[in-house]
T-cell receptor
Framework: QKEVEQDPGPLSVPEGAIVSLNCTYSNSAFQYFMWYRQYSRKGPELLMYTYSSGNKEDGRFTAQVDKSSKYISLFIRDSQPSDSATYLCAMSTTSYDKVIFGPGTSLSVIP | GAVVSQHPSRVICKSGTSVKIECRSLDFQATTMFWYRQFPKQSLMLMATSNEGSKATYEQGVEKDKFLINHASLTLSTLTVTSAHPEDSSFYIC?????????????FGEGSWLTVV
């Protein structure tokens, strides 16, 4: 079993839809959870950073962490064509430790 | 915001030669930097953790003699691909760890495309 699993997609939604992206993980020691957005041929861009369980909201983005289920989610409201990218979940055990990435989900928002 | 810069963004080299990629943290000091490689349509695979002033820690399966990492200052880490071969062609990305009042945040560079011909 991989440490971090993520549906690779591709996921295609109409503009304005709510997008739900998810990851599951196996290492219960993970405490720091991140979501990155990566456009084609570019480095990843940090979207959300969450410690332990709970929700965090930033504009159209909401990150949820359920440590009991080892499950994290990223919700995008009012999706825009500019949101079309690959979304990578990532996590680490401590704030100083290496980050383990999921394989990424490819998202296309259709105008 | 924090910026991590990589150079060069694209490089083509001949098989058997060496190529160096630089990773700089532009507005913060980074005691720890990470090097990843990413093949097309695949996720980032951690190659090594670079610690300022000490030897890098390599992930299992990564040849430390082939991928030389030097973290000589708090703002610069370099990755040198030695005796490059076409199978080394990939997207190499660095990240730097910034520690402030909010905790530890990792920022990525724009990546470097390496093509070995």
């Amino acid at each position: 079993q991989k440490e971090v699993e993520q549906d690779p997609g591709p996921l295609s939604v109409p503009e304005g839809a709510i997008v739900s992206l998810n990851c599951t993980y196996s290492n219960s020691a993970f405490q720091y959870f991140m979501w990155y957005r990566q456009y084609s041929r570019k480095g990843p861009e940090l979207l959300m950073y969450t410690y332990s369980s709970g929700n965090k909201e930033d504009g159209r983005f909401t990150a949820q962490v359920d440590k009991s289920s080892k499950y994290i989610s990223l919700f995008i409201r009012d999706s825009q064509p500019s949101d079309s990218a690959t979304y990578l979940c990532a996590m680490s055990t401590t704030s100083y430790d290496k980050v383990i990435f999921g394989p990424g989900t490819s998202l296309s928002v259709i105008p | 915001g924090a910026v991590v810069s990589q150079h060069p963004s694209r490089v083509i080299c001949k098989s058997g030669t060496s190529v160096k990629i630089e990773c700089r943290s532009l507005d913060f000091q980074a005691t720890t930097m990470f090097w990843y490689r990413q093949f097309p349509k695949q996720s980032l695979m951690l190659m090594a953790t670079s610690n300022e002033g000490s030897k890098a820690t390599y992930e299992q399966g990564v040849e430390k003699d082939k991928f030389l990492i030097n973290h000589a200052s708090l703002t610069l880490s370099t990755l040198t691909v030695t005796s490059a071969h076409p199978e080394d062609s990939s997207f190499y990305i660095c990240s730097a760890s910034r520690i402030d009042g909010s905790g530890n945040t990792i920022y990525f560079g724009e990546g470097s495309w390496l093509t070995v011909v």
